[in-house]
């Protein structure tokens, strides 16, 4: 079988300035992150024929979409030959494989993919909304339709916390993973924020100030939270043949994972313990010789803590099940570790820039752009996966 | 029951009335395929089994099997039964026939998954929303 997502390249990464509540005006943000991955990869705005996002244009759910695809094609005066918007995909990272499907099949050279958010200023003082009362207001006469709402939002679970409380509850009971394990994943993320500038929370976290964080909903606390802010990213997908040429030597797509084979529901998965990163995960090896043991940097969705440790068992990082005892104390996560996992503090200490922070921290990282927080050895391979419950999306990159 | 929390009610229609407001005639109603036998939960035009369209409303037993739950605490909305129980329950007629649900009639720290539940009812206008208590409450 011929692996079409080959012929694709990461070319460039930028952001925008990345706060708690910045204030600013969401497109110039996204903006800002688009024009810095052009100048990257060495383009201009001329070169980009492409355009690609995730979740696209969105008005009732202030803070999640800061520009669609038609607000940045005019903005930019781009000339498309191919584009592309919208949330019903593979997770987040979706609109970056499809970026990688457009140019391999022709339609396009060189695609901007930009993921922007604003949640920090949306979202006031810090309190955290959830998921379908700040898009319906939470109001007597709203009503819920449709899944996921009609389905969770009449039982008091407000926000995807409550979700996947659900799924780490169940791995605590058949694996006996605990909160001290579990602390593991949010810990590391927060060593490694302390060396990134560009992070939201880079204090000192210690276990003791886990294990005595106010809960949010069982077994998960404060930290195992990521934080809503404000800020954007974007990467430069690129034909290989357009690549070679070009500021950064590529990175070239080695493999994607885009399935999903159990049902599309937060409460309906079959197996409560994993979710739909166990599909894509398994198809990405399914894709390629390497394995898990070739993979010198994984930046891998934390949204909340636990789809972290869901997200290594399913890359085989560790058996399933293990996920617990793998992270517990953060020695094989760590950035001199087995596995050096999401290096730039991840979105519980660098900001929920909701995905695509996993795959600018991959490219950055196996460019030796990562300053202070650059893991030793010149990683060659990196792996960037995103989503929760039955989200999911992957991509293999390689220097190789 | 204690006093009833605020909830956000689902939009009533005529293909899940007869989940949201079963309880009415206090029954826990799925959506069953005829050749089939299957239930089909969230209520679909078909089958997922045999493809077929003959569903038919039945009533279950509603008794069910904590499979998973977590223990919210966060405000999202004022209440004065925090921390409270969400659960998903899988009905005993069929595996995989679950549903998102609170427990109730119950101290939140004692559910636990396989605990053993039945079907309440909370009325809130047109709408009964299908909760769970312990089977011996
Ligand atoms: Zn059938």
């Keep these: 079988m011929e692996r079409m997502e080959r012929r694709a390249a990461l070319t460039g990464a930028g952001q925008s300035e990345v706060g708690r509540r910045l204030g600013r005006d969401p497109l110039e943000l996204t903006l800002d992150a688009c024009l810095a991955a052009i100048e990257d990869a ?34 930019l005066r781009l000339e498309l030959e191919w584009f592309s918007g919208g949330m019903e995909r593979s997770g987040q990272l979706g609109a970056v494989v499809d970026a990688c499907l457009a140019v391999a099949c022709g339609l396009a050279r060189h695609v901007l993919c930009f993921r922007s958010v604003w949640e920090g200023s949306a979202q006031g003082k810090g309190s955290r909304a959830g998921i379908g009362l700040s898009g319906g207001g939470g109001g007597g006469s709203f009503r819920a339709s449709g899944p996921p709402m009609e389905w969770t939002l009449p039982f008091r679970a407000y926000s995807a ?36 500038p560009a992070a939201i929370y880079r204090e000192p976290l210690s276990l003791d ?96 803590s636990f789809i972290a440790l869901s997200w290594l068992e399913s890359l085989g990082f560790c058996g399933k099940g293990e996920g617990g005892a793998f992270v517990e104390g953060g020695g094989r996560i760590a950035r001199d570790g087995e596995i050096p996992l999401n290096t730039h503090g991840g979105q519980l200490s660098g900001g929920r ?43 293999l990159l390689t220097r190789l | 029951m204690a006093e009833k929390p605020f909830r956000i009610l689902p939009r009533v229609t005529g293909e899940n009335e007869h989940f949201w407001c079963g309880g009415r005639e206090g029954e826990l109603r799925f959506l069953r395929c005829q050749p089939c036998g299957t239930y089909v939960h969230p209520p679909a035009p ?84 299908p909760l769970f208590t312990p089977e011996g409450a």
């Design chain 1, 42 to 75: 060495g383009l201009t705005t001329r070169d980009i024929d492409g355009l690609s996002t995730y979740p696209g244009a969105m008005g009732g759910n202030p803070g999640f979409s800061g520009a669609g695809v038609t607000e940045v094609h005019d903005a």
């Design chain 1, 161 to 196: 916390v409550n979700w996947i409380g659900m799924f780490a509850q169940r791995h605590f009971h058949e694996y006996g993973t605990t909160r001290e394990q579990l602390a593991g994943i949010a810990l590391n993320a927060r060593r490694n924020a302390a060396l990134n």
């Design chain 1, 209 to 304: 100030d886990y294990m005595s964080a106010r809960m949010i909903s069982t077994p998960l606390c404060l930290y195992d939270c990521d934080v809503p802010c404000d800020g954007a990213t974007a990467v430069i997908v690129s034909h290989v043949d357009a690549a070679r040429d070009l500021r950064k030597p590529p990175l070239r797509v080695e493999a994607v994972g885009t399935a999903l084979r159990g049902r599309p529901s937060w409460d309906q998965f079959d197996d409560l313990t994993t979710m739909a990163c166990r599909d894509a995960a398994r198809m990405l090896w399914e894709r390629t010789d390497l394995g898990p043991g070739d993979v010198d940097v994984a930046q891998l969705y934390d949204g909340f």
């Design chain 1, 353 to 395: 820039l909701h995905g695509y922070g996993f795959i600018h921290e991959a490219c950055v990282q196996l460019w030796g752009e990562a300053g202070a927080r650059q893991v030793a050895g010149d990683p060659e391979v990196a792996v960037a996966g995103a989503g929760g419950g039955p989200l999911a999306g992957c991509l």
């Design chain 2, 46 to 129: 078909l089958c997922p089994d045999c493809l077929g369209k003959d569903l038919q409303v039945e009533a279950v037993s509603g008794r069910a099997s904590v499979l998973t739950f977590t223990l919210n605490h966060h405000p999202w909305v004022p209440a004065a039964d925090h921390p409270y129980a969400i659960a998903i329950v899988e009905i005993d007629e069929q595996p995989g026939l679950r549903l998102m649900t609170n427990i109730v009639g119950c101290p939140a720290e004692s559910v636990h998954v396989g605990m053993r539940v039945r079907a309440v009812f909370e009325e809130h206008e047109d709408v009964f929303v």
